[in-house]
């Protein structure tokens, strides 16, 4: 049965207005994925066939989504930034609603979909305070089918050494494709962050939700290969389920 909701986030950031305007429309890829920019106008096209319905830099953004493009379980799409000046524009007040349509599922959708708000708008906080404005190198790939078992982001974060009773703040050495330091930025049963000074690492227990596990990779270093290094994180997620 379709039902609307809403998804309603607010927090402040050690980064200026136009930081965080920069970020939420060219800069997607250092937070979230690559998007193509929205045309800067009312009336403009912005990512996933939506349409820019409000442009206020760097105060005000809203696209908005009719059929949303390959996502049958939702008809109707809408993301609305407020952005507002702290501490004299050293700082930055944000206020972040999701709202549309989901047509089936509801209660597994919005579980998801609130959960993954969390852990996005935390990365881009830790973006705009540690790596903004530098460019991202991304890639983003799923586990294996044994993935999405109940217990399928535990066993990942055994694997990276980040298991459940290690805190966000942590520093630890992470036992990935090769073994590194890291800053465990975020962490809870549903998703992994690592800090890096080169860039994050995030995972999503998507196995919550009937999905495989997903990786992605945000690397700001000027020397990355980025398709290496998915290469080498992929065959690892693939090893950890042969051998879990």
Known sequence: MSQEFE???????????????????????GYLWPMEPPEPRVGGR?????????????????????????ISQQSLNQLDYT?????EGRRAWVRYVHSGIFVDDWDNQYDGAAKHTDFYLH?????????AP??????TFDGPEASKAPDALAVVGRALGVGEDVAAGTHVTV??????????????PYFIGLRTDRGLTRVFGRNHWGHSVGISLHDFSADADIKECENEWQAWLNGVFNQA
């Not at 998804?7 to 060219?26: K, L, S, Y």
């Not at 036992?175 to 809870?188: K, L, S, Y």
């Open 83 to 87: 952005v507002e000046p702290r501490d």
């Open 123 to 131: 990365t881009l906080r830790e973006y705009l305070t540690h790596f």
């Open 46 to 70: 912005g990512p996933f066939g939506s349409r820019v319905t409000a442009w206020d830099p760097p105060h005000r953004y809203t696209n908005r989504v009719e059929d949303v493009e390959g």
């Open 7 to 29: 998804i309603a986030r607010e927090f402040e950031v050690d980064a200026t207005p136009e930081q965080v305007w920069e970020a939420i429309t060219t800069g997607t890829g």
């Open 175 to 188: 036992h990935g494709p090769d073994t590194f330091d890291a800053v465990v930025d975020f962490r809870n």
């Open 134 to 139: 530098r460019p991202a190198a991304f890639a």
